[in-house]
């Protein structure tokens, strides 16, 4: 029996003194909740840094550090029971005090990128150890699905006390994995956490997250047995990954949106290009557009096309405006109509190959109906400022998408939203706005968000392409991979067969 | 001896000036608000104001040169604002991994392009020289990013051989860090061992036409003496010079082998940098490599004044 029970105990050390490698096709930024701004870094942080909650594969919202919600009579507070025995990295409790800190540290912080998103917070109260009260302005449907991303990330308060602005540096939470090095463009490596709430489901010993950029070589990484998971593999990739059974596929339409926004607005420039200038132009220009046709040729069809800021397929889709379809006729008798035949205007792209093949793609397109579309290729950092500045005329802009479709709209539609790039400010559209962020009516929302859709579909601001598919490709001994629409990788339940 | 290393010195500092000028000037003229860019996605005002107080970013030009220079000659370079860590830190993680790769390759370079080289010359107008021909044309024009793609494809997918990319220190697995490193040396030395394949032959050919070869053929001296020891002796001072420009080169960084490879050197370091517009990496990064550049010139300075007696009048 002794002897068995040695054999069984080396076999289980064996099996989770294993370390999961996990190619990211980019180099994350400060690994601090507060300030951090990567889609990447949120990747790493899903090993890192527990949430109040979380989402499921469907896109509810469920617990994590918290166990239940709820809100008050006026919709004005909302109640958080918190987990108990939860520990941060250093020993340090996960308590309300502890919650109360972060949330004012994100809201407070010089720097933080997450004083928008809790914007609306006006204080927070720890009624008890495992009771924390979160006051409110104004109700504020999307607060749960924003605790759901970073600014629902608890750090240790002591941690972050001693190490200021720098506690990016070396990062303290309350996740499965616990920060053990960082080597900038190269590597970031975490460790079990021998406390974690939920250990049962932790299965690997270490987790290297490795930066590479190149799609090819991160699949060569992957093919040659270095490393076991990749996210964001290439379209063109897909088809021979499929044919080899040693590895898998998994596959998700994002919550974000790859778009074109036109400036309505924003600037002087507006006025001066039909394109900004006449609703009818703006038709005529989505109406020569196949979006199917765009997202089989710049995608190689891993995209689901889309004309709203969430995909069709979600709850919150506006079904009063459904994707329209090319029609080059109407588009030219539009364009006759506003009496312009053949406009011209100006398509600042990023220099991404995404972005660089879609402006293409709807240039030709375009052309059929009589537009005549420059292309302008800017370097990512420049279109934004130029964008900010509204000395564009039409730029192809891609928003990574948050749980909440709020997150996906108000920033770039509200009259004063900070990414209102499109410069687009109109009444009705702000009371809906502001109703579908205030109303916690699901139902009510949802009908929100279709009048929206509908006006918007009207004034296109935003002419929306399409949602692009997650693409992972992972070794076929990993099992328990959970493909939730935010594009993280959560490592509870990961495990290697 | 002294008063010429110290003339020289005298010119270093205000050489490092004009430097640094250069740099912090050059960079203010990328387009793009860094506020911006660092902000995030949700670029969110109360951030950008922020960021632009921290950085100084709304005050004029000089008064944020000095604010940069101050921290520089107290040895502060600053901050990364992408991944807060000091610039000097990063420098000197990346230092190793740089000059180990640029030694690898510079080695592989100069014993594939002088051997090359040399064969060429001496059999002039055979298959042979066809062949380092055709062997050097391929190298010139072989993109590295291409070839390092297909070295993977062929090493690490096919054969396993070798990893597919990364980095490992020589002083965690010296084997492992040779095996990642020797695909990355063999791309920018491909590239270089073109170059001086080419530089090599037309030099080697001019000396053993020389009338002090012909000589020393007449003395009846073994042709093996008389190409590796009186032809290709005075054949590799070009050739020399060449591959200390080279090296110089590999030095300040090699981005596209090391983005393929994914190796974490000076190259990639900057790009990123340059395109997160984290200043103070950029300006640290290029004053770091100009400094050296500069101090590697003046000890060539003083080693040709110690070798060569006629500088000394």
């Known amino acids: ?497 | 001896m002294l008063k010429f290393v110290l003339q020289r010195l005298a010119t270093v500092i205000p050489t490092l000036f004009f430097v640094s000028i250069l740099i912090f000037g050059l960079q203010q003229l990328l387009p793009g608000d860094p506020a911006i860019a660092l902000a995030g996605e949700e670029r969110d005002p109360e951030t950008i104001r922020y960021l632009r107080e921290k950085f100084h970013l709304d005050e004029p030009l000089y008064v944020r040169y000095w604010y940069w220079a101050s921290g520089v000659v107290r040895g502060d370079l600053g901050d990364s604002v992408r991944i807060q860590k000091p610039v000097t830190e990063l420098i000197m993680e990346k230092l190793p991994v740089t000059i180990q790769l640029a030694t690898m390759a510079m080695i592989i370079a100069l014993v594939i392009g002088i051997t090359a080289g040399v064969i060429s010359a001496v059999k002039k107008d055979t298959w042979w020289d066809y062949g380092a021909n055709v062997f050097a044309l391929w190298g010139l024009s072989t993109p590295n990013f291409w070839l390092g793609i297909l070295l993977i494809l062929l090493f690490a997918v096919q054969l396993g051989w070798l990893p597919a990319s990364g980095y490992v220190s020589p002083f965690e697995d010296l084997k492992a860090n040779l095996a990642a490193m020797i695909m990355p040396a063999f791309v920018l030395g491909n590239a270089i061992a073109a170059v001086l394949m080419r530089h090599t032959r037309s030099a080697m050919l001019q000396v053993l036409s020389s009338d002090y070869v012909r000589t020393a053929r007449a003395k009846g001296l073994d042709e093996r003496v008389v190409v590796m020891k009186h032809a290709l002796r005075n054949a590799l001072i070009p050739v020399i010079t060449l591959g200390a420009l080279e090296f110089g080169t590999l030095l300040s960084g090699a981005v596209l082998t090391e983005q393929v490879f994914t190796i974490p050197g000076f190259g990639k370091l900057i790009v990123d940098a340059v395109f997160n517009r984290d200043y103070s990496v950029v300006q640290g990064v290029v004053l770091f490599t100009a400094t050296v550049y500069i101090t590697l010139n003046l000890l060539a300075d003083v080693a040709y004044f110690l070798v060569n007696p006629r500088l000394r009048h």
């Not at chain 1, 990747?43 to 239940?68: H, M, R, W, Y």
């Open chain 1, 1 to 497: 029996m002794k002897w068995f029970v040695a054999i069984a105990i080396a076999f289980t050390t064996t099996a989770s003194a294993q370390t999961l490698r996990i190619g990211l096709a980019e180099d994350p930024d400060i690994l601090d909740p507060t300030m951090a701004r990567t889609f990447v870094g949120r990747i790493v942080f899903a090993g890192l840094c527990d949430k109040l909650f979380d989402l499921d594969e469907k896109l509810n919202i469920v617990p994590q550090l918290a166990t239940s919600h709820q809100w008050s009579a006026d919709n004005k507070s909302l109640t958080i029971k918190l987990r108990e025995g939860v520990t941060f990295h250093d020993g340090e409790k996960m308590d309300a005090q502890a919650v109360k800190y972060n949330l004012e540290r994100h809201k407070n912080m010089k720097g933080s990128n997450r004083r928008g998103e809790l914007a609306v917070v006006s204080s927070i109260d720890a009624v008890d150890p495992t009771t924390v009260r979160i006051n409110l302005e104004a109700p504020f449907a999307p607060l749960l699905a924003v605790l759901t991303d970073r600014s629902g990330m608890m750090v240790s308060p002591k941690a972050a006390e001693a190490a200021g602005e720098k506690f990016g540096a070396k990062p303290v939470c309350s996740g499965p994995f616990r920060f053990v090095e960082r080597i900038a463009q190269d590597r970031i490596v975490v460790e079990r956490f021998a406390n974690y709430w939920n250990k049962g489901q932790i299965h690997f010993e270490r987790i290297v997250y490795q930066p590479i950029v190149d799609a090819t070589v991160r699949l060569a990484n992957l093919r040659s047995g270095q490393l076991d998971f990749i996210e964001r593999v290439a379209p063109s990739d897909i088809p021979n990954l499929r044919n080899d059974s040693r590895f898998k596929i998994a596959k998700i339409v994002e919550i974000g949106y790859q778009g074109i926004t036109i400036n309505v607005g924003k600037s002087d420039l507006a006025q001066k290009n039909p394109l900004g200038r006449d609703p009818r132009v703006r038709e005529a220009f989505e109406l020569s557009l196949d979006r199917e046709a765009i997202v089989k040729v710049a995608m190689e069809g891993e995209a689901q096309a889309g004309n709203q800021w969430v995909a069709p397929s979600n709850r919150f889709y506006g079904k009063s405006a459904p994707l329209p379809k090319r029609n080059v006729e109407r588009a030219k008798q539009l364009l006759k109509e506003a009496g312009v035949p053949n406009p011209s205007f100006t398509l600042m792209t990023p220099t991404t190959s995404d972005a660089q093949r879609i402006a293409q793609i709807v240039q030709a397109m375009a052309k059929e109906a009589g537009f005549d579309i420059k292309i302008q290729s800017t370097e990512f950092a420049t279109s934004l400022n130029l964008a900010d500045k509204g000395q564009f005329e039409a730029y192809v802009l891609a928003w990574s998408g948050r749980a909440d479709p709020d997150g996906n709209l108000h920033t770039m539609l509200a009259c004063k939203g900070p990414t209102n790039y499109a410069g687009y400010c109109k009444d009705d559209v702000e009371k809906l706005i502001t109703e579908s962020r205030t109303s916690l009516d699901a139902t009510r929302r949802a009908a929100a968000y279709d009048k929206i859709a509908q006006q918007v579909q009207k004034d296109r601001p935003i002419v929306y392409l399409f949602h692009r598919h997650w693409l992972w490709a992972h070794t076929a001994k990993l099992s328990g991979l959970r493909t939730v629409p935010d594009g993280m990788v959560r490592v509870q339940g990961l495990k290697m067969n």
